[in-house]
């Protein structure tokens, strides 16, 4: 899905957003710049606000996110690793633990002879 969906963004939107020609950036703002952090931090706390979600939701929510999905879905620690730019694998075994936890809690509301 992604794949496509940045195929339909190279060849629909991006053409649409850009200004110069020689802008490298993959991801480009409203007025054709490259999109900033400060500027991806803006264009997600409003679509937090639009569906109503109370709790905070930052860039790094987000990352957190998607690392734990990716392990529960089975990548490789290392994998994710080299995804997040983690120096230390520690690091990303935090997430690891998180993820163990989730599954303990699934398998306890689920499985029969669990309780």
């Known amino acids: 899905h992604a794949v496509e969906r940045l195929a339909t963004y190279l060849n629909e939107g991006r053409p ?32 937090v606000e639009e569906v109503g979600i109370k709790t905070p939701v930052t860039p790094h929510t987000l990352r957190h996110s998607f690392a734990t999905h990716l392990l529960n879905g089975g990548a490789d620690v290392r994998e994710v690793q080299g995804l997040l730019g983690h120096a ?11 993820s163990q936890e989730r599954l303990r809690e699934v398998y306890d509301e689920a499985h ?3 309780r």
């Open 112 to 114: 029969p002879r669990a």
């Open 88 to 98: 230390n694998i520690s690091t990303t075994q935090v997430y690891t633990q998180l």
């Open 16 to 47: 649409k957003l850009l200004r110069d020609d020689d802008e490298q950036a993959l991801f480009l703002n409203h007025r054709g710049r490259r999109l900033t952090r400060q500027g991806l931090w803006l264009i997600i706390r409003k679509y």
